[in-house]
DNA sequence: ATGACAATCAGAGATTGA
């Protein structure tokens, strides 16, 4: 089975280059970010007549996750626990239900510029709360993973040039320790157990010739857990999507699971 | 020091993103 992670910063204006990216991907599971959506406006049926079930938690103009696949989802939930007034949507549970149940957290991350103030607060509290999730996963020994926009940068080689990022929210030591923390609980970083090179990112911005210059960002990740870990293949980055017609900032990014 | 790009909502330009 396939699972992607895929950013597409919008669905209305990039529902043409999902559409012809999951089948030439042969993907089964996508998860999406930044849907920028209401669940009511999301358009479902094209997505059904490829064969995905459709699962949303959007909102208005911003944020916003979904889940489409072919296998079937259960026990669908929505936000991130741990604080009640948080109304952003970044976070939706579903148990994909293949030869090994595998619980799928799809998350979106905040981005916390700038540093300091109070964006920069809600994403370290976020990461507090996403690890306090974690935890309570890992107690149940289920398979699981954890995908998404990440918006953190773990490693120096992991940005093009490190040294303009040094002073942002998503590769300050503060973010990395708080992602590190997460990790050490005994996740797998799937890209970084597949491939040690430099050079591999999932996100270029759209200023500045970014994309011409490989001048990129790796942020989206997928930690497994270690029962998860176990049924791990090959795991890729779609880098060729930033090179298509009105593309997103990020590219997917896919494992293979044995589930 | 600033803007550069893109998407959204709205119907111009502010806001957000990374």
Redesign the pocket.
């Known amino acids: 089975m396939r699972i992607a992670s895929f ?1 597409i ?6 529902i043409e280059r999902v559409l012809e990216w999951l089948p030439e991907s042969n993907i089964d599971v996508a998860l999406l ?2 849907i ?3 669940d009511e ?1 999301f358009p479902q049926e094209p997505f059904q007549d490829l064969g995905y079930s459709v699962q949303t938690h959007g909102q ?4 916003g996750v979904a889940i489409l696949s072919k296998l079937p989802l259960e026990d669908v939930t929505r936000g991130l626990p741990g604080d009640d007034s948080d109304d ?1 949507a970044r976070w939706i549970e579903a148990t994909v239900m293949g030869d090994h149940p595998i619980r799928v957290c799809n998350l ?7 540093v300091p103030g109070p ?1 920069y607060d809600y994403k370290l509290n976020w990461m507090a709360r996403m690890q306090t999730r974690a935890e309570t996963l890992l107690k149940s020994e289920e398979p699981f993973l954890m995908a998404g ?1 990440f ?1 953190t ?1 773990p490693q120096a080689e992991d940005a093009h040039n490190p040294d303009k990022w040094r002073e ?3 590769f300050l030591p503060q973010t990395r320790a708080a992602y590190q923390r997460i990790l050490n609980l005994g996740f797998t970083e799937a890209f970084r157990s597949r491939n040690s090179a430099p050079l591999n990112y999932t ?1 270029w ?5 970014a994309w011409n210059r490989n001048d990129g ?1 790796r ?1 989206d990740h997928f930690l497994l857990s270690p029962e998860c870990a176990d049924l791990l293949g090959d795991c890729q980055i779609d880098r060729q999507m930033r090179g298509r017609e ?5 590219v997917p990014i896919w494992i293979d699971l044995a589930a």
């Open positions: 950013n910063n919008g669905i209305k204006a990039r970010q930044e920028k959506s209401p406006a208005k103009s911003f944020n952003q979106y991350l905040p981005n916390g510029n700038p964006k926009d918006n940068i942002d929210a998503l996100f911005d759209f200023q500045r010739g960002i942020i009105k593309p997103s900032d990020h």
